[in-house]
């Protein structure tokens, strides 16, 4: 169920633009608008929900498998030493967009471990992991 005022949503149906790096039948990742390092991911369900509380676990099964599938290709290909998976639930967590997505912050020694936005060029980075 798509909700119109959501922005998750409209990306999910098409009607906005993201870099895309995976899809299935019932999740997609793409590259974060605002992100805190390279290659910031976000992982979604195409149904809208708010919190893990209200997936069926079947759903919960589908996310899973597609963050397991974009880290496979966006760890090796960023080059990165680690990764960090965040799930924020409500505001006062940290959550901005009221549909339920994970982040991944693929992690290099060199970064410092601070997560603060940076100008990234996101054509860059999306070339560097899907390639021409």
């Not at 098409?14 to 608008?33: H, P, Q």
């Not at 992982?43 to 099964?61: A, G």
């Not at 974009?70 to 549909?99: C, F, M, T």
Request: aromatic share 8%.
């Amino acid at each position: 169920m798509m909700t119109s005022n959501c922005v998750f949503c409209r990306i999910v149906a098409g009607m906005e633009s993201c870099y895309k790096l995976y899809e299935d039948e019932g999740v997609m990742a793409f590259l974060d608008i605002n992100p805190a390092v390279e290659g910031h991911t976000l992982v979604v369900p195409k149904k809208h929900v708010e919190s893990l509380e209200e997936m069926d676990v079947e759903d919960f099964v589908s996310l899973c498998r597609g963050i397991k599938e974009v880290l496979n290709v966006l760890i090796p290909k960023l080059g990165a030493d680690g990764y960090n998976l965040i799930l924020n639930k409500g505001r006062v967590a940290g959550q901005e967009i009221s549909h339920l997505h994970f982040h991944i912050f693929p992690r290099k020694k060199a970064d410092g471990g601070i997560f603060t936005p940076k100008r990234i060029d996101l054509g860059e980075v999306y070339r560097k992991i899907i390639g021409p």
